[in-house]
Every structure is written in C-alpha cells, then in structure tokens.
C-alpha cells in the first residue's frame, strides 16, 4: 500500500493521480500499486508538482515495514542504523527550500519515459548485469551534507566488468570524523577532488539504465537524486536492490546487518578500507551470497 500526501499542487496532477490512487481526502492518495508503478507515480509527482510539497508512505521489506520519500518539503526522511526517520527541519533546511529550484527539460522527462518503458519485472532480486553503487559523504543528511566520493562496478555474469570512481570536492571542510572513517583528507580532495557537475553526468553515463545494488540505498539514492535534481539532470530512478533489506529478509543468525558485519559473516576477504570501490566490492559479494541462499529456498 503507497499514501501520497500533496499540498499546492496543480489540479491536473490531483487529477492524473486518481487515475491509479483513490482520494480520501483533499490531497491525500491512497491505494494498492506494484513497485514499478509506484515509481513512476512518484518520479509523475516530483516532475509536475512544481512548487508544492509531497511526502509518500509506502510499504517495504524493513524492520519498520515502510518508507518514506519527500519532495520540496522542510521535514526529510534519513537514515539512522538502518531504520528510517524523519529529521525535523533547521534553519538552514528551511532557507534552501526557499531558494528557485529548478525544473526538468523536455529532453530529461523524454529519457526518464524511456528508461522506464526498457525496465523488465523480475520474480527475484537476481540479475546478469548490474551496478554496484556506493557513497561516502559528509554525513547522514542528503539535504545538509555532500557527496565527497562516487564508487561504481559493472557487474556481468557475476564477474567485474568495469569500474568508476571519484572524488569531489565539498564546499565545507571534511570534520575530523570522516576523515578518519575513510581515510580521505581535505588535502586529498584538494589535489583530486572535481565538482560535482562533472561528476554527476559521468556516473549517469556509466551506470545507463541497469539496475542498481547498494547497501542501504535509500541513503545513496537520497545523495544522488537531490545531486540530479540541482543539476537539472533526469532524476535516477533505476530499479534497485538493497543488500541491507535483503539480509534482513534472509538471514536470522546474524548480530546486526551493517556491511563489515554481513563481509564477516559470509567470511569474505576485502580491503578493510572505508572506501567507495573497496565498499562495492564488498556489497557485490554479499549480494551473491545472498542470491545463492534465496536461491536455495
């Protein structure tokens, strides 16, 4: 079950709702929809709401047993340990939401149609060809923090195809803490970090229009879809898979679900570093760990 939830919102798009959603109440859409279609009910959503506000409820496989997604509201679902929450809004978040925002070509809405019409339902979370995603980032906001560094692999017939990584430079400097989390230093991106404008439009490029593994990708998927929204980029919306839900659904022997804890788990050999390649690495062979116990049930 999905509720969508609109506030000042054009009537056409109040009405485009009811073709698939029953209205309960003014602005409030509730009903029974697959995840593809609810996927593209929301992407509808932040594409025509303009300057109103969206929230959206729906159910998933979580200890909670839903999720939240937001558009152009001052409240914003994060992140904490794997469960969701939402963080009341500051100052600052209040301030940015003030601010023009931008909105979404022809061309950009003509590519999201077209990556939607290419998706194919599957019965399992298993596919041959799929990307690997991981962030590191300023930290657990996607609306107050920064991406600092994109990792991705291509992954086909279980093998490594390809690679792409990059480091980008924040505008705050890095506090102390992650530094030491992932070794990377304000030096660092200083020499090799790049803006995130050139970035962005590369990652899109490489990942295409494959679907997405991450370990709890409602937090990487927060970090990029606001990164494509302030670029004027078409927003990613790529199926994805979570190894930190699929984990939770599969395996009851285990401490807790972060990804050191699954790598230990599963006895896997990885760099220790807290590094966006090393981290996909680490996520693509709990992935296949997972699919095989899926598998074998």
């Known amino acids: 079950m999905i509720v969508i939830i609109l506030n000042n919102c ?9 073709k698939w959603l029953q209205e309960v109440n003014t602005g409030v859409y509730v009903g029974q929809v697959s995840a593809r279609v609810r996927d593209e009910l929301w992407a509808r959503v932040q594409g025509n709401v303009k300057s109103g506000r969206a929230t959206m409820v729906f159910n998933t496989n979580n200890e909670q047993g839903m999720d939240f997604r937001v558009h152009n509201t ?25 601010e023009k925002r931008l909105g979404f070509s022809k061309a950009a809405r003509a590519r999201k149609g077209k990556q939607i019409s290419r998706r194919k339902r599957k019965s399992s979370a298993s596919f041959d060809s799929y990307v690997v995603v991981d962030l590191e980032t300023t930290g657990l906001s996607f609306t107050e923090d920064e991406i600092i560094e994109i990792g991705a692999i291509l992954v086909k017939d279980k ?17 102390a803490s992650i ?11 200083d020499v090799e970090g790049r803006v995130l404008s050139e970035v962005i439009p590369e990652f899109l490029t490489f990942v295409e229009d494959l679907p997405i593994v991450s370990h ?17 980029l078409p927003l990613l919306s790529n199926r994805s898979i979570d190894t930190l839900s699929l984990a939770r659904r599969l395996l009851d022997d285990v401490r ?25 690495i680490s996520i693509h062979m709990v992935y296949e760990k997972l699919i095989e116990i899926q598998k074998g049930r």
């Open 74 to 98: 001052s409240w914003e679902p994060i992140d904490f340990d794997g469960l969701k929450l939402m963080l009341r809004p500051s100052p600052a978040r209040i301030q940015k939401l003030s």
């Open 10 to 18: 054009p009537p056409a798009l109040r009405g485009d709702l009811t």
């Open 179 to 189: 530094q030491s989390l992932t070794g990377i230093s304000n030096e660092m991106l």
């Open 159 to 175: 093998q490594i195809e390809a690679s792409y990584s990059a480091l980008i430079k924040p505008n705050k400097k890095l506090p």
């Open 256 to 280: 807790d679900f972060k990804l050191q804890t699954l790598v230990e788990y599963f006895n896997i050999e990885t760099d220790t570093k807290h590094r966006s390649l090393a981290d996909c």
């Open 216 to 232: 709890n990708v409602n937090f990487d998927y927060g970090f990029l879809r606001l990164a494509c929204q302030n670029l004027n």
